[in-house]
């Protein structure tokens, strides 16, 4: 009988085992862990996949403690303590650290003394350190562990550090990070329960020490998704340029320099389509607009920095924002979040691996809550260029200019006031307002020829803007594009498109003459309203000290609903108050004065919106103007 011939089915699924083992022969599959989520008395924490060191410890030693494949909550203590005194270190604790939490103290490392009478090696104890629990206190050795919290692996006694899990719910961040052990940083894969948001981890500030060197130690910081880290890919606000780009090799030296103080970047933050402005909702096209808590929680978050001011408004276990300032991009969102922010004197350090705007203008900056931690940060990222005034004591400007202050039917116009009249008593001056058109009507240079202060710069900062960056950012793009997707163009948002269409129009030599105006400003600018009677070229606290200060309103009250079509994008032309630091690059610092009432359309109540102001101070004085805070 003639045998059958085998199906083909049959066939192809032997062809297919061979060819499957013949695979897993000559190639290895790569597994790495990337870490896990665990919840600890319904607290979400990431356990991270990098190792902080081992802990030689009997296996039986711990059976008490609960676990999860494998791994066990534990506390390491590098305080030289006796048992006694650890109830009132781990009270301590959880007052300054929203990581660490009493189930970690089940097991206790707790490093050796010589003022304990313990037996050479490992000692294993029961103790009752808090109340109604037993802790199992292990003594140890290895000074390299920083105290805190681990998930301690029991079947290798390695330690792993912990983040502990924030719901982004203002929809700041684009993407949560945690640093590796090579210097570079990975996506933190983890997600706790919340409607369409990141999860953010946050790590122990018990790992970090401040020293002199390390000013910044544990501060947990956002960076705006323009700057580069090394091994993320970055967005600038545009998925297209997300998808076509590879993570980057490099920090830039900005940044670098706060890790190099010892910050803890948690996060990429949301930014307007290539840090231009944009409005909530309408323009935002390519991702959702930040939630700016303030009022009934439907108000603009303000832009570019739009994910800085949001979270930093919005969650205390974040410290402190990076974001970028050309035309207000910190100093918007820092006044109606009620922050504190800064636009420093521009050039103060280097921009390298930073999307531009513009550099002629590009400047990097703080939102934060706290303005000595402000102080430290700026210190830590300007170097020798900021000139901090805390070791010293400084002298004030007696001389207070008011500019653009509102009307005296405004309601918050006694902010203001009471602001100008307790900083002049302070200063031991005086407050007068300022109109700029009147001044510049009497001492224009001649180029201006007749032309008012407004008229003649109208187009200046639109212009630069739209030119540099369609020159350094757009053109390239379009490009690489172009090349990867069959000569295609990417998806613009509509006010960087309507942007750059308006710079397209514009002849070459524009850029020239904008350049140029923006120099006669300057010039202009220091020489007849923030003039030093001092003669000295470096920053001094003497040349501070004889040059006036410059008042005006950040934020009024005024509500920006992000619910309101206001049309289409324009360009940004104009002059007002917020161009002067960006003209002649001096420093203009956010600092709130409180609230006013405004009623809601969304609630039906009235709600409470920031009032700020901005302080200009002469350029390289930006450390002066921190002591006010």
């Given amino acids: 009988m003639a045998r059958s011939?085998?199906?083909?089915?049959?066939?192809?699924?032997?062809?297919?085992?061979l060819f499957l083992l013949a695979t897993i022969t000559t190639t290895s599959a790569q597994l790495a862990s990337t870490g896990f989520s665990v919840t600890l008395n319904d607290v979400y924490y990431f356990v991270s996949p990098f190792s902080s060191g081992k802990i030689d410890v009997r296996r039986d030693s711990l059976l008490k403690v609960p676990r999860v494949l494998g791994f066990l909550p534990v506390t390491v203590v590098q305080d030289r303590v006796a048992h006694s005194d650890l109830t009132k270190l781990f009270a301590n604790w959880t007052v300054i650290d929203d990581v660490y939490q009493a189930a970690f103290s089940e097991a206790i490392f707790l490093a050796e003394s010589s003022g304990r009478n313990e037996p050479e090696g490992l000692a294993?104890?029961?103790?009752?350190?808090l109340p109604g629990l037993s802790s199992t206190v292990i003594a140890f050795k290895d000074s390299k562990i920083p105290s805190g919290p681990y998930f301690l692996e029991a079947a290798t006694g390695s330690l792993y550090p912990v983040y502990r899990l924030y719901e982004d719910f203002a929809g700041a961040f684009t993407e949560p990070l945690i640093?590796?052990?090579?210097?570079?940083f990975q996506p933190m894969s983890a997600k706790i329960p919340g409607s369409s948001t990141l999860s953010v981890g946050v790590p122990s500030r018990l790992y970090?020490?401040?020293?002199?060197?390390?000013?910044?130690?544990?501060?947990?910081?956002?960076?705006?998704?323009?700057?580069?880290?090394?091994?993320?890919?970055?967005?600038?606000?545009?998925?297209?340029?997300y998808s076509l780009y590879p993570p980057s090799n490099v920090t830039g030296p900005a940044i670098q320099r706060l890790i190099d103080a010892g910050a803890q970047i948690v996060g990429l933050q949301k930014t307007s389509q290539f840090a231009n402005g944009e409005f909530a909702t309408a323009d935002w096209v390519d991702y959702h607009a930040p939630f700016n808590p303030r009022g009934d929680g439907y108000e603009d978050a303000g832009s570019s920095s739009s994910g800085a001011g949001a979270s930093i408004s919005s969650y205390e276990w974040l410290d402190i924002a990076i974001g970028s300032d050309t035309g207000g991009s910190i100093r918007g969102p820092a006044g109606i979040q009620g922050l504190f922010g800064n636009r420093p004197s521009h050039g103060l350090v280097s921009l390298d691996h930073v999307m531009p705007l513009a550099p002629t203008l590009d400047t990097p900056g703080f939102i934060l809550r706290d303005p000595y931690l402000w102080d430290a940060a700026s210190a830590a990222i300007y170097g020798n260029n900021y000139t901090s005034f805390g070791n010293e004591k400084?002298?004030?400007?007696?001389?207070?200019y008011t500019l653009e202050f509102p009307p005296a039917?405004?309601?918050?116009?006694?902010?203001?006031?009471?602001?100008?009249?307790?900083?002049?008593?302070?200063v031991g001056g005086a407050a007068s307002p300022l109109d700029p058109e009147v001044k510049w009507a009497a001492t224009r240079p001649a180029e201006a020829g007749n032309a008012t202060l407004s008229d003649f710069f109208n187009t200046t900062y639109a212009t630069i803007i739209t030119k540099e960056q369609t020159a350094l950012l757009r053109d390239p793009f379009y490009r690489d594009y172009a090349a990867a997707h069959s000569n295609r163009r990417p998806f613009i948002n509509p006010t960087p498109l309507i942007r750059w269409a308006y710079g397209d129009s514009l002849p070459a030599s524009a850029l020239t003459t904008a350049l140029a105006a923006q120099t006669l400003f300057t010039t202009w600018f220091t020489t007849h309203i923030l003039s030093s009677n001092n003669t000295t070229t470096t920053t001094t606290t003497a040349t501070c000290h004889t040059t006036p200060l410059l008042l005006y309103p950040a934020a009024t009250g005024l509500s920006l609903p992000r619910n309101l079509y206001a049309g289409p994008p324009g360009i940004p032309f104009g002059f007002y108050a917020s161009r002067?630091?960006?003209?002649?690059?001096?420093?203009?610092?956010?600092?709130?004065?409180?609230?006013v009432g405004v009623m809601s359309d969304v609630t039906g109540q009235e709600e409470r919106l920031p009032v700020a102001v901005s302080v200009l101070a002469a350029r390289g004085c930006d450390g002066l103007l921190r002591l006010e805070g």
């Fill in 394 to 400: 400084a002298e004030y400007p007696q001389q207070i």
């Fill in 580 to 595: 002067i630091a960006s003209f002649a690059g001096v420093p203009d610092l956010v600092f709130p004065l409180g609230e």
């Fill in 208 to 241: 970090f020490t401040k020293t002199a060197d390390k000013p910044l130690a544990g501060v947990r910081l956002g960076v705006k998704d323009i700057y580069s880290l090394t091994g993320v890919k970055r967005s600038n606000g545009n998925r297209a340029w």
């Fill in 5 to 17: 011939p085998r199906p083909a089915s049959v066939w192809s699924l032997g062809h297919s085992i």
């Fill in 409 to 426: 039917s405004d309601p918050s116009i006694k902010l203001f006031e009471d602001f100008a009249e307790a900083l002049a008593k302070f």
């Fill in 124 to 129: 294993v104890t029961e103790r009752q350190i």
């Fill in 179 to 184: 640093p590796t052990p090579d210097g570079k």
